[in-house]
């Protein structure tokens, strides 16, 4: 799974990688809605976060108690930011 998702990653970034600033204001239609290619940029990786949200919510159904948060764990922030200030955590 992982190997598709690398792959896939590796396909688009390559494909924005190729394109200009004038590409980024050609108009590309997407279910018959005229977009910039920017715009058209934004909704795919909105449309992709939203299904990462997915995943995240179900890998946390199914890890139940051994989940572990992928952020600052609910109620923890105020300690975060304690560690932030003294050094002993990097912010990224």
Known sequence: ???AWNAGWSEL?????????????RKVT???ETHSAMQAI??????????V???????KHF???QWKTLSIA????ADFNTAIA???????
């Open 86 to 92: 003294s050094g002993k955590v990097s912010q990224r």
């Open 53 to 59: 949200g997915q995943i995240v919510y179900i890998a």
């Open 42 to 51: 934004n909704r795919g990786t909105s449309h992709t976060a939203y299904h």
């Open 74 to 77: 609910k109620g923890k922030s």
């Open 13 to 25: 970034l390559g494909a924005l990688a190729g394109l200009t600033d004038l590409d980024l204001a």
């Open 30 to 32: 997407i279910r018959g």
């Open 63 to 65: 890890a139940g108690g």
């Open 1 to 3: 799974m992982m190997a």
